[in-house]
């Protein structure tokens, strides 16, 4: 098997063509692991394996700048997760208290995602879960 450009891959050196995901969470009863990525969204694999299919791209018509930190209520199946400032930009947000985070969720009976809070700041959201 020949190397892959996506083999490793550096946080300063990253493609966004090979993704980054930040945050995954196992729903128990399924055995469907859900996962953030900062560049292609929130998506999902199945218990099967292979490749992670994706859900969402955005929440109320915002597009996600980066996906990341992401649990799962077990009784429900709903998925919490978090976005905010991009990934390659994070210097300069925690540098300028970048509060553009959003806390999200995805609700597993009518596969929608939407938008619990906003303004959060980088540490917020990343605390709140």
Avoid at 84 to 112: E, I, P
Wanted: some cysteine; charged content about 20%; glycine content about 8%.
């Amino acid at each position: 098997m020949s190397p892959s450009k996506c083999d490793d891959m550096r946080f300063d050196n990253s493609d966004k063509d090979c993704g980054m995901p930040f945050g995954m969470a196992l729903h128990h009863q399924t055995k469907m692991l859900y996962v953030c990525d900062a560049f292609f969204g929130f998506g999902v694999l199945g218990p099967e394996g292979g490749l992670v299919t994706i859900l969402s791209t955005m929440a109320d018509g915002e597009p996600y700048r980066s996906c990341n930190t992401v649990d799962v209520h077990q009784p429900t199946g709903n998925v919490f997760f978090t976005d905010h400032m991009q990934v390659l930009q994070f210097k300069t947000a925690v540098s300028v208290n970048d509060s553009t985070g959003r806390l999200l969720k995805y609700d597993a009976k009518n596969k929608q995602v939407t938008e619990l809070f906003r303004n959060l700041s980088f540490g917020a959201s990343a605390i709140i879960l």
